[in-house]
């Protein structure tokens, strides 16, 4: 994912809204590799929310989960993609410092065809255009269902 600037961090934008790339299958089927995230920095933050939080061990870098529960000292997330690992069952409770913003919208650019072009038929774009953007809804169930594993 892309590096933030300070300023969007710290809330002082003009608007509290960034832009993030998603990179790995972390998230998936809810995320997939190459997903273009709108970030509400600074959102009240609930179970079941995908957000945006800098790395525990790792500041710099960033990454992408679902609030599972609150816990002593912060957050439990995790991925969707229980194969994928890198969440707090690797590095523990995430401190709310570490949590940047709350994802609300998703944007997956269109797909390439084999040959490399962007020629598709027009049912392929009629489809494309339907699933390309979807709001990013706080899942309960998922939550849930994490928590259980």
């Known amino acids: ?42 959102a009240r933050l609930r179970v079941g929310d995908v957000v945006v939080l800098r790395h525990p061990f790792q500041q710099d870098l960033l990454v992408v989960k679902r609030i599972a529960e609150r816990r002593d000292g912060g957050w439990w997330v995790l991925g969707d993609n229980a194969y994928a690992g890198g969440d707090s069952t690797d590095y523990g409770v995430v401190p ?26 027009p049912l392929a774009l009629a489809r494309w255009i339907v699933s390309a953007a979807r709001p990013v809804l706080c899942d309960r169930s998922a939550s849930r269902r994490l928590r259980a594993r």
């Open 1 to 42: 994912m892309p590096e933030l600037s300070q300023e969007t961090e710290r809330g002082s934008a003009v608007l509290p809204l960034g832009v993030a790339e998603v990179t790995g299958p972390s998230m998936v089927p809810t995320l997939h590799h190459g997903d273009r995230l709108l970030v509400h920095y600074g």
């Open 96 to 121: 709310d410092e570490l949590v940047l913003g709350k994802v609300r919208f998703r944007f997956r650019p269109r797909p390439r065809t084999a040959d490399g072009g962007g020629q598709r038929s």
